[in-house]
Protein backbone atom coordinates (compact mmCIF):
# COMPACT_ATOMS: atom_id res chain seq x y z
CA UNK A 1 0.00 0.00 0.00
CA UNK A 2 1.58 3.90 -0.81
CA UNK A 3 1.88 5.66 1.94
CA UNK A 4 0.17 8.50 2.12
CA UNK A 5 -2.37 7.37 -0.67
CA UNK A 6 -6.26 7.31 0.30
CA UNK A 7 -6.59 3.59 0.63
CA UNK A 8 -3.62 4.37 2.95
CA UNK A 9 -5.23 7.34 5.34
CA UNK A 10 -8.37 4.90 4.71
CA UNK A 11 -6.90 1.89 6.68
CA UNK A 12 -5.38 4.53 8.94
CA UNK A 13 -8.54 6.26 10.09
CA UNK A 14 -9.98 2.78 11.16
CA UNK A 15 -7.22 2.11 12.83
CA UNK A 16 -8.06 5.22 14.82
CA UNK A 17 -11.12 4.54 15.13
CA UNK A 18 -10.78 0.92 16.86
CA UNK A 19 -7.69 2.07 18.93
CA UNK A 20 -10.22 4.98 20.04
CA UNK A 21 -12.93 2.20 21.21
CA UNK A 22 -10.30 0.14 22.81
CA UNK A 23 -8.82 3.10 24.89
CA UNK A 24 -11.80 3.00 27.61
CA UNK A 25 -10.66 -0.19 28.78
CA UNK A 26 -7.04 0.94 28.70
CA UNK A 27 -7.73 3.99 30.46
CA UNK A 28 -9.69 2.14 33.11
CA UNK A 29 -6.78 -0.25 33.99
CA UNK A 30 -4.06 2.28 34.18
CA UNK A 31 -6.01 4.51 36.00
CA UNK A 32 -7.11 1.98 38.84
CA UNK A 33 -3.45 0.51 38.36
CA UNK A 34 -1.84 4.10 39.68
CA UNK A 35 -4.34 4.61 41.73
CA UNK A 36 -2.71 3.94 45.32
CA UNK A 37 1.37 5.22 43.84
CA UNK A 38 2.12 8.50 45.83
CA UNK A 39 1.40 11.56 43.70
CA UNK A 40 4.83 12.63 42.82
CA UNK A 41 4.59 8.91 40.68
CA UNK A 42 1.17 8.71 39.50
CA UNK A 43 1.41 10.80 36.09
CA UNK A 44 4.77 9.03 35.45
CA UNK A 45 3.21 5.75 36.22
CA UNK A 46 0.23 6.41 33.47
CA UNK A 47 2.59 7.79 30.43
CA UNK A 48 5.65 5.58 30.79
CA UNK A 49 2.70 2.58 31.74
CA UNK A 50 0.89 3.43 28.39
CA UNK A 51 3.74 3.29 26.27
CA UNK A 52 5.24 0.08 27.15
CA UNK A 53 1.22 -1.20 26.75
CA UNK A 54 1.17 0.17 23.56
CA UNK A 55 4.97 -1.13 22.55
CA UNK A 56 3.27 -4.63 23.54
CA UNK A 57 0.20 -4.47 21.70
CA UNK A 58 2.81 -3.34 18.49
CA UNK A 59 5.13 -6.18 19.09
CA UNK A 60 1.67 -8.85 19.55
CA UNK A 61 0.01 -7.09 16.03
CA UNK A 62 3.21 -7.90 14.50
CA UNK A 63 2.88 -11.36 15.16
CA UNK A 64 -0.76 -11.43 14.95
CA UNK A 65 -0.33 -14.65 12.44
CA UNK A 66 2.28 -16.64 15.19
CA UNK A 67 -0.82 -16.06 17.67
CA UNK A 68 -3.56 -17.38 15.69
CA UNK A 69 -1.96 -20.76 15.50
CA UNK A 70 -1.81 -21.02 19.50
CA UNK A 71 -5.44 -23.20 20.55
CA UNK A 72 -6.94 -21.58 23.72
CA UNK A 73 -5.30 -18.61 23.87
CA UNK A 74 -8.66 -16.36 24.17
CA UNK A 75 -9.71 -18.41 26.59
CA UNK A 76 -6.79 -18.16 29.00
CA UNK A 77 -6.23 -14.13 28.52
CA UNK A 78 -9.44 -14.27 29.24
CA UNK A 79 -9.32 -16.08 32.44
CA UNK A 80 -6.14 -14.61 33.28
CA UNK A 81 -7.96 -10.80 32.69
CA UNK A 82 -10.56 -11.57 35.36
CA UNK A 83 -7.51 -12.39 37.96
CA UNK A 84 -6.26 -8.70 37.35
CA UNK A 85 -9.45 -7.07 37.47
CA UNK A 86 -10.05 -9.31 40.48
CA UNK A 87 -6.87 -7.68 41.93
CA UNK A 88 -7.52 -4.41 41.04
CA UNK A 89 -10.62 -4.22 42.92
CA UNK A 90 -9.41 -6.11 45.77
CA UNK A 91 -6.59 -3.56 46.54
CA UNK A 92 -9.22 -1.11 47.48
CA UNK A 93 -9.96 -2.64 51.47
CA UNK A 94 -7.70 -1.31 53.73
CA UNK A 95 -5.72 -4.55 54.44
CA UNK A 96 -2.55 -4.40 52.77
CA UNK A 97 -2.11 -6.96 49.62
CA UNK A 98 1.17 -8.42 47.31
CA UNK A 99 -1.03 -7.64 44.42
CA UNK A 100 0.69 -6.14 41.36
CA UNK A 101 -0.76 -2.37 41.76
CA UNK A 102 -0.08 -2.26 45.40
CA UNK A 103 2.02 1.02 46.08
CA UNK A 104 5.14 0.50 43.80
CA UNK A 105 5.95 1.84 40.64
CA UNK A 106 7.10 -0.74 39.40
CA UNK A 107 4.20 -2.96 40.49
CA UNK A 108 1.81 -0.39 38.59
CA UNK A 109 3.65 -0.85 35.36
CA UNK A 110 3.78 -4.69 35.43
CA UNK A 111 -0.41 -4.30 36.33
CA UNK A 112 -0.95 -1.70 32.94
CA UNK A 113 1.55 -3.72 30.68
CA UNK A 114 -0.06 -7.33 31.67
CA UNK A 115 -3.59 -6.12 31.51
CA UNK A 116 -3.31 -4.47 28.01
CA UNK A 117 -1.20 -7.06 26.67
CA UNK A 118 -4.29 -9.84 27.87
CA UNK A 119 -7.08 -6.98 26.22
CA UNK A 120 -4.87 -6.50 23.70
CA UNK A 121 -4.94 -10.11 21.93
CA UNK A 122 -8.68 -9.90 21.88
CA UNK A 123 -8.33 -6.53 19.36
CA UNK A 124 -5.36 -7.13 17.78
CA UNK A 125 -6.48 -9.24 14.67
CA UNK A 126 -8.89 -5.80 14.29
CA UNK A 127 -6.12 -3.52 13.79
CA UNK A 128 -3.77 -5.77 11.93
CA UNK A 129 -6.91 -6.25 9.33
CA UNK A 130 -7.60 -2.19 9.18
CA UNK A 131 -3.53 -2.37 8.38
CA UNK A 132 -3.77 -4.84 5.42
CA UNK A 133 -0.21 -5.50 6.32
CA UNK A 134 1.20 -2.79 6.33
CA UNK A 135 3.50 -1.92 10.00
CA UNK A 136 3.96 1.19 9.32
CA UNK A 137 0.49 1.99 9.39
CA UNK A 138 0.26 0.33 12.95
CA UNK A 139 2.80 1.97 14.73
CA UNK A 140 1.52 5.43 13.60
CA UNK A 141 -1.91 4.34 14.71
CA UNK A 142 -1.04 2.83 17.70
CA UNK A 143 1.12 6.47 18.30
CA UNK A 144 -1.60 8.75 18.11
CA UNK A 145 -3.63 6.83 20.71
CA UNK A 146 -1.03 7.38 23.35
CA UNK A 147 -2.08 10.84 23.94
CA UNK A 148 -5.76 9.67 24.36
CA UNK A 149 -5.38 7.36 26.23
CA UNK A 150 -2.98 9.04 28.80
CA UNK A 151 -5.55 11.89 28.72
CA UNK A 152 -8.78 9.59 29.58
CA UNK A 153 -6.24 7.62 32.40
CA UNK A 154 -5.94 11.31 34.01
CA UNK A 155 -9.82 11.81 34.07
CA UNK A 156 -10.42 8.36 35.24
CA UNK A 157 -8.06 8.81 38.14
CA UNK A 158 -9.35 11.83 39.15
CA UNK A 159 -13.23 10.74 39.15
CA UNK A 160 -11.78 7.46 41.09
CA UNK A 161 -10.63 9.74 43.77
CA UNK A 162 -14.04 11.70 43.76
CA UNK A 163 -16.30 8.70 42.99
CA UNK A 164 -14.79 5.50 44.76
CA UNK A 165 -17.66 3.32 43.27
CA UNK A 166 -15.98 4.16 39.92
CA UNK A 167 -13.85 1.10 41.34
CA UNK A 168 -15.88 -1.23 41.17
CA UNK A 169 -17.17 0.18 37.74
CA UNK A 170 -14.17 -0.43 36.04
CA UNK A 171 -13.41 -4.23 37.36
CA UNK A 172 -16.90 -4.88 35.90
CA UNK A 173 -15.90 -3.67 32.83
CA UNK A 174 -12.13 -5.64 32.64
CA UNK A 175 -14.34 -8.80 34.18
CA UNK A 176 -17.18 -8.20 30.72
CA UNK A 177 -13.88 -7.82 28.97
CA UNK A 178 -11.91 -10.92 29.71
CA UNK A 179 -15.71 -12.55 29.48
CA UNK A 180 -16.03 -11.53 25.30
CA UNK A 181 -12.34 -12.88 25.39
CA UNK A 182 -13.79 -16.48 26.75
CA UNK A 183 -16.71 -16.36 24.77
CA UNK A 184 -14.58 -15.57 21.46
CA UNK A 185 -12.06 -18.45 21.49
CA UNK A 186 -12.39 -20.54 18.49
CA UNK A 187 -12.52 -23.81 21.07
CA UNK A 188 -15.47 -22.75 22.79
CA UNK A 189 -17.32 -22.26 19.15
CA UNK A 190 -19.87 -25.33 19.82
CA UNK A 191 -21.08 -23.73 22.99
CA UNK A 192 -20.74 -19.72 22.24
CA UNK A 193 -20.84 -19.71 18.67
CA UNK A 194 -23.65 -20.00 15.99
CA UNK A 195 -22.77 -22.53 13.76
CA UNK A 196 -26.80 -23.50 13.31
CA UNK A 197 -29.38 -21.18 13.56
CA UNK A 198 -31.63 -23.37 15.39
CA UNK A 199 -28.90 -23.21 18.16
CA UNK A 200 -28.57 -19.04 18.15
CA UNK A 201 -31.26 -18.32 21.01
CA UNK A 202 -29.31 -21.14 23.02
CA UNK A 203 -26.32 -19.75 22.39
CA UNK A 204 -26.88 -16.27 23.07
CA UNK A 205 -28.05 -17.37 26.28
CA UNK A 206 -24.95 -18.87 27.46
CA UNK A 207 -22.70 -15.64 26.12
CA UNK A 208 -24.67 -13.65 28.12
CA UNK A 209 -24.45 -15.87 31.14
CA UNK A 210 -20.75 -15.69 30.94
CA UNK A 211 -20.93 -12.29 30.76
CA UNK A 212 -23.03 -12.35 33.99
CA UNK A 213 -20.93 -14.33 35.98
CA UNK A 214 -17.77 -13.28 34.84
CA UNK A 215 -18.65 -9.47 36.62
CA UNK A 216 -20.57 -11.00 39.25
CA UNK A 217 -17.83 -12.97 40.01
CA UNK A 218 -15.10 -10.55 40.49
CA UNK A 219 -17.26 -7.86 42.10
CA UNK A 220 -18.49 -10.75 44.83
CA UNK A 221 -15.17 -11.79 45.17
CA UNK A 222 -13.64 -8.28 45.66
CA UNK A 223 -16.52 -7.56 48.49
CA UNK A 224 -15.40 -10.56 49.80
CA UNK A 225 -11.73 -10.37 50.68
CA UNK A 226 -12.54 -6.43 51.30
CA UNK A 227 -15.58 -7.41 53.96
CA UNK A 228 -12.51 -9.82 55.52
CA UNK A 229 -9.78 -7.13 55.22
CA UNK A 230 -12.38 -5.37 57.22
CA UNK A 231 -13.19 -7.53 60.02
Not at 31 to 51: E, Y
Not at 113 to 131: K, R, W, Y
Amino acid sequence: MEMFSAPWFSALLSIVLIDLVLAGDNAIVIALAARNLPGHLRSKAILWGTVGAIGVRALMTVGVVWLLKIPGLMAVGGLALMWIAYQLLADTGEKEHDGPSATTFVGAMKTIIIADALMGVDNVLGVAGASHGAFDLVIIGLLISVPIVVYGSTVVLKLVERFPIIIQLGAAVLAFTAAKMVVSEPLLAGIFGAPHAALEPLQSAARWAAYTLAIAGVLGAGWWVNRKGHA
